[in-house]
């Protein structure tokens, strides 16, 4: 299987569900049950002697991923153990977790690395009732993945569980080019390169990773662009206002995941399918614009959320673009960010969260001296350069 596969993979993971009795030293288990399954999404229901796995009819927030409930009816302790075939090369973890309002359970996710349960993620100080990431996984050669949900409360939504191929990842000080107009220039000595999804030829993104470049390709995933070769595919409902200044856009209510799943998931195989390793989703940040649509936060974070999932279920690299508001709530989905002006508008700290986690930043100033913010740029690891708004070629990095 290639990094580039779009095979998940979950096609036979084997989920056992164990009722945990608390008791001193090594807790008994009892109440085996077992189910197989073919979805990313586990489906079925099996139920055990007081551990259960149930649908979640009744769980909030309605019209979310079909998933499965983890409980135990008396809020005891209880233990779920999946097991994923050996995997041939290096994978993530995709999970998503939901807790109902008010739940006061404790949970935690544990992985079998080396011989030991190491912890993943745990709801210890977190007062959201929602939680998702990408987990890079130590995988030892030919043993399969294992991966344990240990928890004591009322219920535990467990929206998605998945392993998939590992993209590229860049760290903080990434060098990098972004050109999205004119003729591809592709000797420019960068570790990355952002192009078009649509316009670069596959010729250009093969020279490239000849050259032993990555390759991002943008796309708008937040407006309609009246210039797409598949602009006829986005219905009427979802288009909104115009974009200010950007003829011939308008912004898409990104609510209707259920009208725009299908052509963002065509991008994304179009992105696959041209070698791209990572994407660039653009104007994920409607919520906080004129948009013509009532779009609330929430709605942004489903959305953006749903996007990094269909990312990484491709082996796709995903960057948050702009969208600062919810840099500390999106980071752990996200492997690197995108910004224009943090500079200018004095925005810049709300990137540090990718920093923080080893992520590159990559970011653009379309006025000023260099001088002025490439020093500081530098200090902070973002990987900054000075443009002109047409994306070009031309382009003056910050270097250190």
Same mark, same amino acid.
């Given at each position: 299987?290639?990094?580039?596969?779009?095979?998940?993979?979950?096609?036979?993971?084997?989920?056992?569900?164990?009722?945990?009795?608390?008791?001193?030293?090594?807790?008994?288990?009892?109440?085996?049950?077992?189910?197989?399954?073919?979805?990313?999404?586990?489906?079925?229901?099996?139920?055990?002697?007081?551990?259960?796995?149930?649908?979640?009819?009744?769980?909030? *927030?309605?019209?979310?991923?079909?998933?499965?409930?983890?409980?135990?009816?008396?809020?005891?302790?209880?233990?779920?153990?999946?097991?994923?075939?050996?995997?041939?090369?290096?994978?993530?973890?995709?999970?998503?977790?939901?807790?109902?309002?008010?739940?006061?359970?404790?949970?935690?996710?544990?992985?079998? /690395?080396?011989?030991?349960?190491?912890?993943?993620?745990?709801?210890?100080?977190?007062?959201?009732?929602?939680?998702?990431?990408?987990?890079?996984?130590?995988?030892? *050669?030919?043993?399969?993945?294992?991966?344990?949900?240990?928890?004591?409360?009322?219920?535990?939504?467990?929206?998605?569980?998945?392993?998939? !191929?590992?993209?590229?990842?860049?760290? *903080?000080?990434?060098?990098?080019?972004?050109?999205?107009?004119?003729?591809?220039?592709? =000797?420019?000595?960068?570790?990355?390169?952002?192009?078009?999804?649509?316009?670069?030829?596959?010729?250009?993104?093969?020279?490239?990773?000849?050259?032993?470049?990555?390759?991002?390709?943008?796309?708008?995933?937040?407006?309609?662009?009246?210039?797409?070769?598949?602009?006829?595919?986005?219905?009427?409902?979802?288009?909104?206002?115009?974009?200010?200044?950007? !003829?011939?856009?308008?912004?898409?209510?990104?609510?209707?995941?259920?009208?725009?799943?299908?052509?963002?998931?065509?991008?994304?195989?179009?992105?696959?399918?041209?070698?791209?390793?990572?994407?660039?989703?653009?104007?994920?940040?409607?919520?906080?614009?004129?948009?013509?649509?009532?779009?609330?936060?929430?709605? /942004?974070?489903?959305?953006?959320?749903?996007?990094?999932?269909?990312?990484?279920?491709?082996?796709? =690299?995903?960057?948050?673009?702009?969208?600062?508001?919810?840099?500390?709530?999106?980071?752990?989905?996200?492997?690197?960010?995108?910004?224009?002006?943090?500079?200018?508008?004095?925005?810049?700290?709300?990137?540090?969260?990718?920093?923080?986690?080893?992520?590159?930043?990559?970011?653009?100033?379309?006025?000023?001296?260099?001088?002025?913010?490439?020093?500081?740029?530098?200090?902070?690891?973002?990987?900054?350069?000075?443009?002109?708004?047409?994306?070009?070629?031309?382009?003056?990095?910050?270097?250190?």
């Amino acid at each position: 299987m290639t990094s580039r596969s779009a095979a998940v993979l979950a096609a036979s993971i084997l989920l056992t569900i164990l009722l945990v009795v608390p008791v001193a030293g090594e807790a008994a288990e009892t109440g085996e049950a077992t189910v197989r399954g073919a979805m990313t999404l586990l489906s079925g229901a099996v139920s055990g002697d007081g551990a259960t796995l149930a649908r979640r009819d009744n769980f909030e *927030p309605a019209g979310a991923a079909a998933g499965h409930v983890l409980a135990d009816p008396e809020g005891g302790r209880f233990l779920a153990r999946f097991t994923f075939p050996a995997p041939d090369e290096e994978v993530d973890l995709l999970l998503a977790l939901r807790a109902p309002a008010g739940d006061q359970g404790r949970w935690r996710v544990e992985v079998r /690395q080396g011989g030991a349960w190491v912890r993943l993620w745990s709801n210890a100080r977190r007062t959201s009732v929602w939680w998702g990431g990408s987990f890079p996984l130590t995988v030892d *050669p030919g043993e399969p993945v294992v991966v344990r949900v240990v928890g004591r409360g009322a219920a535990l939504a467990l929206d998605r569980l998945a392993l998939a !191929p590992a993209p590229w990842r860049p760290v *903080p000080g990434t060098t990098w080019q972004w050109q999205l107009s004119g003729r591809i220039v592709t =000797s420019i000595d960068v570790a990355m390169y952002d192009v078009d999804l649509v316009e670069t030829p596959v010729a250009v993104i093969e020279s490239l990773h000849r050259a032993g470049r990555a390759v991002v390709c943008y796309f708008s995933a937040g407006s309609w662009e009246d210039w797409r070769p598949d602009q006829g595919a986005f219905p009427e409902a979802v288009k909104g206002k115009a974009l200010s200044g950007w !003829p011939g856009e308008r912004w898409l209510d990104v609510r209707r995941l259920d009208l725009l799943a299908p052509v963002m998931e065509a991008r994304l195989d179009l992105a696959v399918a041209r070698g791209c390793d990572g994407v660039e989703p653009d104007n994920v940040d409607g919520y906080d614009n004129d948009t013509g649509f009532p779009l609330t936060a929430a709605d /942004q974070i489903r959305y953006n959320t749903w996007l990094a999932e269909r990312a990484h279920e491709r082996g796709l =690299s995903v960057g948050l673009k702009n969208d600062l508001g919810q840099v500390r709530a999106l980071e752990p989905l996200f492997d690197w960010a995108l910004n224009e002006q943090c500079f200018e508008y004095d925005e810049c700290p709300a990137l540090f969260p990718f920093v923080s986690a080893g992520k590159a930043v990559f970011g653009v100033e379309y006025r000023g001296d260099p001088g002025s913010f490439c020093p500081q740029a530098v200090e902070w690891g973002f990987s900054w350069l000075r443009k002109r708004p047409a994306l070009g070629a031309w382009a003056i990095p910050c270097a250190g």
